[in-house]
């Protein structure tokens, strides 16, 4: 059994890239906790639009065993120093004892995505010697919109079985579904899932950059 660790920047993030990775976690009787680090709220709409109560939904459809929201504002991450928001990161991470991390991309086109990058990195540097995999993911809308385009995924894992478990937590977030062709549409999510995979011969696929993975000497 892995303890797994996934850190967003903003609701539904957690779904884009690695729902249906999560999803095989829990199959396999992995512990999964996510850190979302923004409320994703404030600045799209100035008021509660139930991204809480879609955030517990998601996981428990995904087999999540709890998610921690720091509660930064949303598109303000750049405003706080990098030790804000290292430290609860760290503070999950020698809680937990991750083996498995996935963060999002520093090359988003999204800004909050790119400073929780750059957190996440140094929280969990090789001085936490229970991480062994550090990967990012692929955030549909953001990853493809940023340039220089540098996100060279290297990881495939077949989502076939999960693809539709994905699927149904995204929907929970009803205020951020959009109509296809929007890359965060249930059909583009099923259209992205089938390009991935058929890279590599795959019907359904998530893919990963690798960033560390280490084997030591007690692996």
């Known amino acids: 059994m892995s303890n797994v660790l996934v850190i967003a920047a903003h609701p539904d993030d957690e779904l884009l890239g690695v729902g249906g990775t999560v999803a ?45 929201q720091p509660g930064f504002p949303d598109q303000r991450l750049d405003t706080f120093t990098l030790t804000d928001l290292i430290t609860p990161i760290e503070q999950v991470s020698e809680q937990f004892h991750p083996d498995i991390v996935y963060c999002q991309c520093g090359y988003d086109a999204n800004q909050d995505h790119q400073r929780l990058f750059e957190a996440a990195n140094i929280a969990l540097r090789p001085t936490s010697e229970w991480i062994r995999e550090l990967y990012t993911f692929y955030t549909g809308s953001s990853t493809e919109w940023g340039y220089p385009r540098k996100f060279a995924p290297d990881t495939w894992v077949d989502i076939t079985d999960v693809l539709e478990t994905k699927i149904q937590a995204f929907e929970q977030y009803t205020s951020e579904v959009k109509p296809y062709p929007h890359p965060r549409s249930s059909e583009a999510l099923r259209h992205q899932a089938a390009f991935w995979g058929n890279q590599v011969c795959m019907p359904a696929a998530e893919v990963f950059m690798t960033i560390r993975r280490i084997l030591r000497r007690d692996s």
Do not use: F, N, P
């Open 24 to 68: 095989l976690h829990a199959r396999k009787g992995d512990r999964i906790k996510t850190i979302i680090m923004c409320e994703g709220e404030s600045l799209r709409y100035g008021h509660s639009v139930g991204q809480s109560t879609a955030t517990r939904e998601a996981a428990r459809i995904l087999g999540v065993e709890e998610v921690i």
